[in-house]
């Protein structure tokens, strides 16, 4: 049996439909989420209250700012109130943080760090390695996302991530969001999706299988 835990991006009003599906399956998650994000619906203040009732939530940024685009100051502006924007809608300390577009360098990693968060997230769509909470920087193991072989492929490459890039290949033949029950067994593993995709790929059942394989 794994240990799965699963992380919900971008704050979309969808994301209240998500937790109850969520609930529903018994299935652990971590919402990130902006404060602003241009032209995107957000969940209001109070929806994002009672979804922190039941589930951990997490920064990703104010504006949804790719980091990797701005310069130093301006990413910690982002990172820093980001943070205490969404504090003070919860009543309750953010130590999570996922970057947005899941793009960041070592040293946005540093900024993060300086910034007050206990550990960040990157986007990995396709990851073999177990997943390691202890570390500051964290990668997932799978985006639950319709994404195409040559997709995963040009992403291992680009993370260096020659061990995934030959076990995806080995896997050719099975679509990525089959790929899910092909990780490794007895491990940690860590899931994200935005509820968005999840609605336009009508991908709500497979939170039932996930329930089922993780109970
Ligand atoms: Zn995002």
């Known amino acids: 049996m794994n240990t799965l835990s699963i992380s919900v991006d ?12 969520l ?10 989420i902006p404060i602003k994000k ?25 504006n949804h700012v790719d980091l990797t685009t701005v310069n130093h100051k301006m990413a910690l502006k982002e990172l820093v109130e980001g943070k ?12 999570t943080f996922a970057f947005p577009f899941g793009h960041y360098t070592e040293k946005l990693i540093k900024l993060a760090k300086y910034a007050g968060y206990g550990n960040c997230r990157s986007g990995r769509i396709i990851n073999f390695a177990s997943f390691d909470d202890k570390k500051f920087i964290q990668h997932p193991n799978f985006q639950i996302y ?42 940690p593993l860590h899931f994200w999706c935005h509820s968005q995709d999840i609605q336009k790929f009508n991908l709500w059942s497979f939170f039932g299988k996930l329930g089922k394989d993780n109970s």
């Open 10 to 21: 971008d704050g979309s009003p969808l994301d209240l439909k998500l937790a109850d599906v």
């Open 23 to 32: 609930d529903k399956n018994g299935l652990k998650a971590t919402f990130y």
């Open 38 to 62: 241009p032209g995107g619906k957000l969940m209001t203040k109070k929806q994002i209250r009672i979804l922190a009732q039941r589930f951990e939530i997490g920064a990703h940024t104010y």
């Open 84 to 95: 205490i924007a969404l504090e003070n809608v919860i009543g309750k300390k953010i130590i």
């Open 146 to 187: 319709p994404h195409k072989l040559t997709t995963d492929l040009r992403h291992c490459l680009k993370y260096g991530d020659l061990f995934s890039f030959t076990k995806r290949l080995a896997l050719a033949r099975h679509k990525h969001i089959e790929l899910y029950r092909l990780m490794p067994k007895n491990v």
